[in-house]
């Protein structure tokens, strides 16, 4: 049974910065999604993605510059850097796994959440200001 497993939220201060890890055991393409509070799940908003090579990253313009995605396969670990961190990205972190079966992972389908096939239970990230 695939389990992706987020862990390192918390509270942290405007311009901290927080690094989140995912567990995830798989051969998957990995995103990160956030959902803000008062936000529907149908809201989630992308953040990052990484194909299983690790080669290829993808941001939502809103972290670009401040957020990177990296892997380690050989721990099973999906990491998320955030630095700069703004009150704007207080939300629930999400990491989502997407099988390579499927069709290479590209800049339109990695922000799309129907494009990912696992999910996590989530990580709370508040930034106070």
């Known amino acids: 049974q695939v389990q992706l497993v987020e862990s390192g939220g918390g509270l942290v201060q405007a311009g901290g910065s927080l690094r989140l890890s995912c567990a995830a055991s798989g051969r998957f393409a990995m995103g990160w999604f956030r959902q803000a509070p008062g936000k529907e799940r149908k809201e989630r908003e992308f953040?990052?993605?990484?194909?299983?090579?690790?080669?290829?990253?993808y941001y939502a313009d809103s972290v670009k510059g401040r957020f990177t995605i990296s892997r380690d396969n050989a721990k099973n670990l999906v990491y998320l850097q955030m630095n700069s961190l703004k009150p704007e990205d207080t939300a629930v972190y999400y990491c989502?796994?997407?099988?390579?079966?499927?069709?290479?992972?590209?800049?339109?389908?990695?922000?799309?959440?129907?494009?990912?096939?696992?999910w996590g239970q989530g990580t709370q990230v508040t930034v106070s200001s």
């Open positions: 953040v990052a993605a990484v194909t299983w090579s690790g080669q290829t990253t």
């Open positions: 989502a796994g997407r099988l390579n079966a499927r069709s290479t992972l590209t800049y339109s389908t990695s922000r799309l959440p129907s494009q990912y096939d696992y």
